[in-house]
């Protein structure tokens, strides 16, 4: 694979569409050279609420997006904790280590961590977790320097893969990608989607 080739993604990482939105853009995408291939566009999903859509669109150049791939989310499962320091607490929450999460609120985020902000189980027991900032067993704990405001919930990450065939240019009846595409997402009244990154790529 050549690096010219690579398609490129650009987004604002642990952006969150709001609800009732039509085509909100989550991300950006790019195909340097035209050639026949194979996209597949790994989207890795936060917190989601009911059943928002995500969609793959094309750009014809003046402005107008057409879709060439969708799916319909499902709702996440998000574990109510807390955090004292490096230890955090939610009743049976299940996780494992090396799984990454991430945390919301809503209110304040606990001293130390940011929106959006990946995360890795440690030290999983039945209540009680540590988040790391890399899953390495070198990495410590995340100390929170308070406990945050309003309601902190611990999300899974998700991996949702979208696959297509692409031709970028030549016979646009096949499949109308241009070298310019976009991630979107549609929201109804209380459908919310958090994205927390996008990776693309192809094979012949």
């Given at each position: 694979m050549s690096a010219g080739h690579?398609?490129?993604?650009?987004?604002?990482?642990?952006?969150?569409?709001?609800?009732?939105?039509?085509?909100?853009?989550?991300?950006?995408?790019?195909?340097?050279?035209?050639?026949?291939?194979?996209?597949?566009?790994?989207?890795?999903?936060?917190?989601?609420?009911?059943?928002?859509?995500?969609?793959?669109?094309d750009s014809?150049?003046?402005?107008?997006?057409?879709?060439?791939?969708?799916?319909?989310?499902?709702?996440?499962?998000?574990?109510?904790?807390?955090?004292?320091?490096?230890?955090?607490?939610?009743?049976?929450?299940?996780?494992?280590?090396?799984?990454?999460?991430?945390?919301?609120?809503?209110?304040?985020?606990?001293?130390?961590?940011?929106?959006?902000?990946?995360?890795?189980?440690?030290g999983a027991t039945t209540d009680t977790f540590a988040l790391t900032p890399s899953n390495s067993t070198r990495s410590a704990p995340i100390a929170a320097t308070d406990s945050g405001t309003g309601t902190l919930t611990v999300t899974a990450v998700t991996l949702v893969t979208l696959r297509l065939n692409v031709n970028v240019a030549g016979d646009q009846s096949v499949m109308p990608m241009r070298p310019m595409g976009r991630m979107v997402t549609t929201t109804g009244g209380s459908d919310t989607v958090q994205l927390m990154d996008v990776r693309t790529g192809y094979t012949y």
């Open positions: 690579q398609p490129k993604s650009h987004l604002s990482y642990g952006v969150t569409a709001p609800a009732s939105q039509t085509n909100f853009p989550l991300a950006n995408l790019s195909i340097d050279n035209e050639m026949r291939l194979n996209l597949v566009v790994d989207c890795y999903l936060g917190q989601v609420a009911g059943t928002p859509s995500l969609k793959l669109q014809t150049g003046y402005s107008f997006w057409n879709d060439v791939k969708a799916t319909t989310l499902s709702a996440s499962t998000d574990k109510t904790a807390t955090v004292s320091g490096t230890t955090w607490t939610s009743a049976s929450h299940g996780f494992t280590n090396g799984q990454m999460v991430v945390v919301n609120s809503t209110g304040n985020l606990p001293g130390g961590y940011l929106p959006g902000m990946r995360c890795f189980v440690e």
